[in-house]
């Protein structure tokens, strides 16, 4: 065997490993190389001490590896390996089960044989998921009470319904769970304002400028707050009770589209006027689940389709129906019947058809304007007695006939009568000098003839009398010089005599509260029909 190179060939033993000055570096005995262990040196050869007698000057040799050392190396190695392997396959193993339950729980949906369609799902399978948008939408689903329609509508990302949902939800939730009255309340609200165009609304749309502050729709946190809106009892009782849209300088707030039959949501709502906008398609027959509705309001729009006379029968408080200005055909329902409703207004339409006898059954009804439409055949007998009304106008229905009855007594406290372009005539009947309240009666251009009678003066609160462009004939009587309130008096186009007196042509050089400002007869012609010094003649 080799003998071993002196110690200070190896310069990277560490110091402690060197004899010191006075020490001798104690004999190694020959032992086998390490590499005829078949272990590699590096080019470095060492060997292993023989057993010898402990001697206190020997220096003991570190940085040595002994084969027992090795081969612990080796398991402990091993150990880490297979531990590792272990994890892995353990990880692999949870990632796969992971997978299969979500593919489980998830199928892949498959379309059904024939015509069988799936249930649908309570809540649409978009986004936003939350849990208010999940709540506030099956509350929905549940008051439109049809699957069809729901789907329709919050199938859909871009529909007012889905944006409104999502604003009341998600976006401005002010701290309420979908289940709150008050979240659907914001829900209808935020509904008609995406339905009627409301980003482009001239004043108080969302973010607004043109609005006075805290007052913008969507923007301000409470909708008690909106422009437009009121509450029972801002703070306390947020149920809305008036949707008003009050005109500035008689220009609209540009409201553009359909009422959404959401907004019959707002069961508490009161009073809902919107005019001189927009807002077109037909009347949801879901605004008679309004059953505290008091005034609606809807003149000068668009709306079309057939008047709703559901709102007559089945708003159990609706006193105010005011559609004019609209586009509304077809005629009145047959059958109407309220004792609460005071007022309707529903002049300047396409309605056409016959006044129907049902109308008696309106028994507080005040006011009727059904001017400018196409209405035929004669008024109805029942008609007259609408003891309450007020106002009654009928003009511009040219195909309404007949004559007035001598009933119209009855209506004792009719204070305008207007039957302007009809073809109602005949002689006035003299029940017509009994309605001593009448402050206007306008029966021009119509087919009415005979004498007038003295008995004008009986009403003595008249102030406009408009009986131009029939067929009156006779002398022209005394009796409107006893007028004391008389402002207007046209009685042109007719076949009358006689002599407008001084008393009348001094009123209208008066400059008193009662002037009579617009006297017309038929005097331009030579000789005059009429001999008048102060008329307008024709």
């Known amino acids: 065997p080799r003998s071993a190179p002196p110690i200070d060939q190896y310069p990277d033993v560490p110091?402690?490993?060197?004899?010191?000055?006075?020490e001798e570096a104690a004999p190694l005995s020959p032992q086998a190389p390490l590499d005829s262990l078949g272990l590699e040196t590096g080019g470095i050869q060492a060997y292993v001490a023989g057993q010898q007698e402990p001697d206190e000057n020997a220096v003991v040799a570190t940085g040595v590896v002994t084969e027992a050392e090795i081969e612990?190396?080796?398991k402990r190695k091993q150990t880490q390996y297979l531990w590792r392997l272990a994890c892995c396959f353990c990880c692999l193993v949870i990632i796969v089960v992971v997978v299969v339950v979500v593919t489980v729980n998830d199928p892949e949906p498959v379309e059904p044989p024939g015509n069988i369609t799936e249930a649908p799902s309570m809540v649409p399978s978009m986004a936003p998921t939350?849990?208010?948008?999940?709540?506030l939408l099956n509350i929905l689903r549940i008051k439109y009470g049809d699957d069809d329609a729901f789907n329709a509508v919050f199938d859909d990302e871009t529909t007012p319904?889905?944006?409104?949902?999502?604003w009341a939800a998600d976006e401005a939730p002010v701290g309420l769970e979908g289940t709150d009255p008050r979240m659907l309340s914001r829900y209808a609200l935020a509904t008609f304002y995406f339905s009627t165009n409301g980003d482009d609304w001239t004043r108080c749309g969302r973010g607004s400028t043109n609005c006075d502050q805290g007052s913008e729709w969507l923007t301000a946190i409470s909708e008690c707050d909106w422009e437009w809106v009121q509450c029972r009892n801002p703070g306390m009782d947020f149920t809305i009770i008036e949707i008003w849209f009050k005109q500035v300088a008689f220009a609209g707030n540009n409201l553009v589209g359909p009422i959404p039959l959401d907004l019959?949501?707002?069961?508490?709502?009161?009073?809902?006027?919107?005019?001189?906008?927009k807002l077109a398609g037909t009347i949801p027959s879901e605004l008679s689940n309004l059953v505290a509705l008091q005034s609606l309001l809807l003149t000068a729009n668009e709306f079309t389709g057939a008047f709703p006379g559901f709102l007559i029968n089945e708003n159990p408080m609706l006193a105010s129906i005011w559609f004019s200005g609209n586009r509304m055909t077809g005629g009145l329902p047959s059958m109407m019947s309220s004792s609460v409703l005071e007022s309707l207004r529903i002049n300047n339409n396409l309605l056409t058809g016959s006044i129907p006898p049902s109308i008696a059954d309106l028994t507080l009804l005040r006011t009727l304007d059904l001017e400018d439409n196409d209405f035929t055949g004669e008024i109805p007998e029942g008609f007259y007695g609408l003891s309450d009304l007020r106002l009654l106008r009928l003009s511009n229905n040219t195909g309404l006939t007949g004559t007035l009855s001598e009933s119209i007594s009855q209506l004792s406290e009719l204070q305008q009568l207007r039957l302007i372009n009809t073809g109602l005539g005949g002689t006035l009947p003299e029940g017509l000098f009994d309605l001593v309240k009448v402050s206007s009666l306008e029966l021009s251009v119509g087919n009415f003839s005979g004498t007038l009678s003295e008995s004008f003066q009986q009403l003595e609160v008249l102030q406009f009398l408009k009986l131009q462009n029939n067929s009156f004939t006779g002398i022209l009587p005394a009796a409107f010089a006893q007028l004391p309130r008389l402002k207007e008096l046209e009685l042109h186009y007719n076949d009358l005599t006689g002599t407008v007196s001084d008393e009348l042509c001094n009123r209208t050089m008066d400059d008193g509260f009662f002037v009579i400002s617009s006297l017309t007869v038929d005097c331009a012609e030579e000789p005059?029909?009429?001999?008048?010094s102060c008329c307008m003649c024709f």
Do not use: H
């Open 15 to 22: 110091d402690e490993t060197q004899p010191t000055p006075t």
């Open 72 to 74: 612990e190396e080796d």
């Open 130 to 135: 939350s849990d208010n948008f999940s709540d």
């Open 161 to 166: 319904q889905y944006r409104a949902a999502v």
């Open 264 to 277: 019959s949501f707002l069961t508490g709502l009161e009073t809902l006027v919107v005019s001189g906008e």
């Open 528 to 532: 005059p029909q009429v001999d008048c």
